[in-house]
């Protein structure tokens, strides 16, 4: 009976749109945001549009080998049909930590900005790696029960969330101009680029999306089109929001705080303002955790579907239809890392996405030239000699941004793709030995 066991196709257009957004608005934009206004300065919104640009590149990729191929296993179904299956287990092993990785950056953030509130409110403060623990724990809780419960909470965020960039830009509008929107960091261009390698943090999740395909009624055709427009929604959203902020807080001020908007709110509204941002971004970041953590289990269910995990990994919960053991190691691994820096998290997250972004981007260029007249139902538009313009300039966009990156979150990523590629070989090993006895 289990292996006739699937998820449940239960999503629809509205829902992953809503989802989308939910996992892209995060910690990156409550959080980040501080830090990249200190490289940028008041260029700040320039970091976030090229950050968008890059996203909206590689994005549509995702779209169109999305629509090829709606498989939970994403990535490494995409790279494995281009690349064969060693590029798409490394690609979906990366892909995995990527998610692990940020599920903890963001629970990390989680945990500060609990901290800050009982600290505001006198209450008895929580450590913040038992609050990252704790939040791990409940939304792994939640995702168990079902894809359905877990949207329905996710789409109730999100709009908490919203609100509060909402709230931000409306509160930003009075002050529009009295800043020089125009004028560069310190640093010039090489400080706006390193804020959108910082930013573009904000901007993970749609990458995720994807991975809620065999939850999507008729996901070759909804999943693009709910990809295309969380990023759209996000983008114009982030940019307002850059604009606003250092137009009520000078950069200098954003850069040295833990909880930026809402020092924009507290300069506006006074204590009141700054406590509803702080509890607008417990629901963000808590929003955040939970679609994250969907996702990766969703990826580590896929491939451990195609027999490239353990297959009791692959194993689906008879009541719930929810691939529990990949839930839980999920939860467990995202722990563990609770316990590292957050900014150390949020470069290696990047790092580990721009090279995941650079193969994506790759693998629709290799998908159109294997098979160059099967089409899916979403094509990228712009091609020249059917090579799509837009994944060459994801391509070139995401190595420009890695340059910015330093050596030692480069290593480690590095070190992390070795182990993989050293755990594929010797499972393919122990497998072709069992075939031989």
């Known amino acids: 009976m289990q292996e006739k066991l699937r998820l449940k196709k239960e999503l629809g257009l509205t829902e992953a749109v809503l989802c989308g957004i939910g996992i892209i608005l995060g910690a990156g934009i409550y959080v980040i945001i501080g830090q990249t206004a200190g490289l940028a300065g008041n260029a700040l919104w320039m970091s976030c549009l090229v950050a968008t640009i890059v996203a909206a590149f590689t994005g549509l990729s995702y779209a169109e080998l999305a629509s090829r191929y709606p498989k939970a296993g994403a990535e490494f179904e995409y790279t494995k049909n281009s690349f064969g299956k060693r590029i798409g287990f490394i690609v979906g092993w990366l892909t995995i930590i990527a998610g692990i990785v940020s599920a903890s950056a963001v629970a990390i953030s989680f945990g500060e900005n609990l901290f800050k509130l009982t600290h505001v409110l006198s209450f008895p403060e929580i450590p913040v790696i038992f609050s990252a623990g704790i939040l791990i724990l409940l939304c792994s809780f939640i995702i168990f029960l079902g894809i359905?419960?877990?949207?329905?909470?996710?789409?109730?965020?999100?709009?908490?969330?919203?609100?509060?960039?909402?709230?931000?830009?409306?509160?930003?509008?009075?002050?529009?101009?009295?800043?020089?929107?125009?004028?560069?960091?310190?640093?010039?261009?090489?400080?706006?680029?390193?804020?959108?390698?910082?930013?573009?943090?904000?901007?993970?999740?749609?990458?995720?999306?994807?991975?809620?395909?065999?939850?999507?009624?008729?996901?070759?055709?909804?999943?693009?089109?709910?990809?295309?427009?969380?990023?759209?929604?996000?983008?114009?959203?982030?940019?307002?929001?850059?604009?606003?902020?250092?137009?009520?807080?000078?950069?200098?001020?954003?850069?040295?705080?833990?909880?930026?908007?809402?020092?924009?709110?507290?300069?506006?509204?006074?204590?009141?303002?700054?406590?509803?941002?702080?509890?607008?971004?417990?629901?963000?970041?808590?929003?955040?955790?939970?679609?994250?953590?969907?996702?990766?289990?969703?990826?580590?269910?896929?491939?451990?579907?195609?027999?490239?995990?353990?297959?009791?990994?692959?194993?689906?919960?008879?009541?719930?239809h929810t691939p529990y053991i990949a839930i839980i190691l999920v939860m467990i691994c995202a722990i563990v890392f609770s316990f590292f820096d957050l900014t150390f998290l949020v470069k290696t997250t990047d790092f580990v996405l721009f090279m995941i972004f650079i193969v994506v981007n790759a693998a629709v260029i290799a998908v159109r030239i294997k098979e160059p007249k099967i089409k899916s139902k979403f094509m990228i538009p712009l091609s020249i000699k059917n090579i799509p313009v837009t994944a060459v300039l994801g391509i070139l966009s995401c190595i420009a941004l890695i340059s910015h990156l330093n050596l030692e979150i480069i290593g480690l990523s590095l070190l992390l793709t070795l182990i993989g590629i050293i755990f594929y070989e010797i499972s393919h090993k122990m497998h072709k030995q069992k075939l031989l006895n």
């Open 148 to 320: 359905k419960q877990s949207a329905r909470i996710a789409i109730v965020f999100t709009l908490i969330e919203a609100f509060g960039l909402l709230l931000i830009i409306f509160i930003g509008i009075p002050f529009i101009g009295s800043v020089d929107l125009m004028e560069l960091p310190p640093t010039g261009l090489t400080g706006i680029l390193t804020g959108a390698t910082l930013i573009f943090f904000a901007f993970i999740g749609f990458e995720e999306m994807v991975r809620m395909s065999e939850e999507t009624k008729n996901a070759e055709t909804i999943i693009p089109k709910a990809l295309i427009l969380a990023i759209a929604i996000t983008s114009v959203l982030y940019v307002l929001v850059a604009i606003s902020a250092v137009s009520v807080v000078p950069w200098q001020e954003l850069s040295t705080s833990k909880a930026p908007l809402s020092l924009v709110a507290e300069k506006v509204f006074g204590a009141e303002g700054g406590l509803i941002l702080l509890i607008i971004v417990l629901f963000s970041t808590s929003n955040t955790v939970l679609l994250i953590l969907l996702a990766a289990s969703r990826i580590i269910y896929g491939i451990g579907e195609d027999k490239e995990f353990p297959h009791i990994i692959a194993k689906i919960h008879p009541k719930t």
